[in-house]
């Protein structure tokens, strides 16, 4: 072999060396057993128990001086108490992870019979270092679940009751809504309603902001006072005299909101979400957060926040704002029962179920979906 | 011109002027009229024969002086001054050289008694515990990819995915509250609504 060739064959094999070597560093999943790194914990008394688990591909890789694994499972869970249930949470947790976050995994809309099983798939993809502890990783815990009486069994560490209770009503409100279309104006006439519902949330995707809450505000030279409007449908509990806030670019201070109560029955809390008009006219919506706020049948109270709401767009740039709008999103009275908007409630981001009901239409038509809305009457 | 007249000077001017006390110019306002005024040149020169004989009796000394008594006596005054003075000069002297002393000690003893504080606080160390979790809280953050919602934490990460990883035919539907990320998406698999939620407090 000449020394030309014997270079050229050194160079390629210093090349296959470093191919191999950077296909081990980088990218070389191997196969995980989440059974090592997944921790599921059932309370004993617990109407929920754990039938299987399918791990699936759960593959860890190493990422530079990162690891990152790849957990999927589908648990496949058993309804093992006596009444029907609608909706399940599971607090997620990676305690060496991310120790000062949670997570959750909620499904709702269910119709779980006693003795029934019912699948909830986990997705999870988790980045750590590459040294680590030799306990679990993820640690999955029940944390609550709803019952078709709107009872309710859990830990509730997420406060997920009352989301999960707004979710189920919301469901009944939208099938029945499905249902009475159906009735009166036929299968084109369901159509015509799932269409304009798709259409609804396509529009509500591109309406998308990002809502981020700082503590007390404190006025600055280029903030303004404005009034913000209230999208009060004709069945509200509550209406709002007057509100004000102060602007200044991206952020909204100390929203205040002069509220009556229109009901009979005492209020213990209330959620509100935000629309933010930009100064070219377009809209973004923002969800809310549940609130304690105390009001007496037939009275006023002001309800005053003394924080900064930051809005900005799903890419990180900042909505600057020309209008607020306040939309009621539920209202918790004092004796456990809930209100929410009617169907289609301007500012109301589409619900679950119909999110649900629709994806159904889509994937297998109008007969499935008049099946769907049958089933659960 | 008498003594009563209001040109003569005062009696103690001339006084002044009889001993050649007084300055030039009261002496030159004299002189005219001295020269002139014989009252007051008799003034004048009584004055002077007062102090000569003045001089006289004080430069003459009392014939009981006795010398060595005196001496002796000035000796012993001198010595008793000398001795008082050493006994009050260490305390003047040392007073800088002592001082310096004691005070580098007490400065000492402070730092010493500081040191001690901050090494105890520091080893119960509530401040740093305090620090920890606010920079803990305050590098939580939440952010949605095209995969999921991510909840990231001093370079850490986890992420609820929408599904498998696999891209979904219906987008997630992302609801942004204060401090919470929701998505919901439909399953492909089980056809379930799934609603994924992280929680940076």
């Known amino acids: ?377 | 011109m008498t003594r009563t007249d209001n040109y003569h000077p005062n009696a103690a001017r001339l006084a002044l002027y009889a001993g050649n006390d007084c300055g030039l110019l009261i002496k030159a306002q004299l002189w005219p009229h001295v020269t002139r005024c014989a009252d007051c040149q008799a003034e004048i020169a009584s004055f002077q024969s007062a102090k000569a004989g003045l001089v006289n009796v004080t430069s003459e000394l009392p014939d009981t002086l006795n010398w060595d008594r005196l001496a002796d006596e000035i000796t012993a005054n001198i010595h008793l001054g000398l001795e008082a003075g050493e006994c009050v000069a260490p305390f003047r002297q040392a007073r800088p050289r002592r001082s310096t002393l004691p005070v580098d000690w007490r400065a000492a003893t402070v730092m010493a008694a500081m040191l001690l504080i901050m090494a105890g606080a520091w080893f119960l160390n509530p401040p740093a515990r305090r620090a920890e979790v606010a920079v803990r809280t305050a590098k939580i953050e939440l952010r949605t990819t095209s995969l999921g919602l991510e909840l990231n934490e001093n370079g850490n990460s986890l992420m609820l995915m929408h599904g498998d990883g696999r891209v979904s035919a219906q987008p997630a539907m992302i609801v942004s509250s204060p401090g919470s990320l929701r998505a919901r998406y439909v399953d492909s698999d089980t056809g379930q609504i799934t609603i994924n939620h992280v929680y940076s407090e």
């Open chain 1, 1 to 377: 072999m000449s020394t030309r060739n014997r270079a050229a064959a050194t160079v390629q094999l210093g090349i296959l060396l470093l191919v191999a070597s950077a296909s081990l560093t980088f990218g070389q999943a191997t196969r995980l057993d989440p059974r090592s790194t997944m921790h599921i914990t059932l309370p004993e008394d617990s109407p929920v128990t754990v039938v299987s688990a399918d791990w699936g591909e759960s593959t860890a890789s190493a990422r530079g001086g990162a690891m990152l694994l790849d957990l999927h499972t589908s648990l496949s869970l058993r309804n093992s108490g006596n009444r029907k249930i609608r909706s399940v949470t599971l607090l997620v947790q990676a305690q060496e992870v991310t120790p000062g976050g949670k997570a959750s995994v909620s499904v709702p809309s269910l119709n779980v019979n006693p003795g029934e099983n019912f699948p909830i798939r986990i997705d999870l993809r988790l980045l750590r270092p590459l040294q680590a502890g030799n306990g679990p990783l993820v640690e999955i815990q029940l944390d609550g679940v709803l019952f078709d009486d709107l009872s309710f069994y859990g830990a509730n560490k997420l406060n997920c009751r009352r989301s999960m209770t707004v979710w189920e009503l919301e469901a009944r409100r939208d099938r029945q809504y499905f249902r009475h279309v159906l009735a009166s104006r036929g299968a084109e006439g369901l159509r015509s309603a799932v269409l304009e519902s798709m259409n609804n949330q396509a529009d509500r995707m591109q309406m998308d902001a990002r809502i981020a809450q700082s503590g007390r505000s404190s006025t600055t030279r280029s903030e303004r006072q404005i009034e913000v409007a209230f999208l009060n449908p004709q069945t509200s509990p509550l209406a709002v005299d007057q509100g004000m806030v102060r602007i200044a670019e991206n952020e909204a201070r100390s929203p205040r909101l002069q509220i009556r109560s229109q009901t009979e029955k005492p209020v213990r809390g209330l959620e509100i979400g935000w629309m933010v008009t930009d100064a070219k006219g377009r809209e973004f919506v923002s969800g809310g957060v549940p609130m304690e706020f105390s009001l007496q049948p037939r009275a006023r109270n002001t309800l005053v926040q003394d924080v900064t709401l930051r809005f900005t767009q799903p890419g990180g740039s900042a909505i600057t704002i020309n209008e607020m709008k306040a939309y009621l999103a539920s209202v918790e009275f004092a004796d456990g029962s809930m209100w929410i908007p009617p169907h289609g409630a301007r500012g109301a981001t589409p619900s679950p179920e119909e999110q649900r009901l629709t994806e159904l239409y889509r994937k297998k038509g109008i007969d499935a979906l008049t099946q769907e809305l049958q089933r659960f009457q």
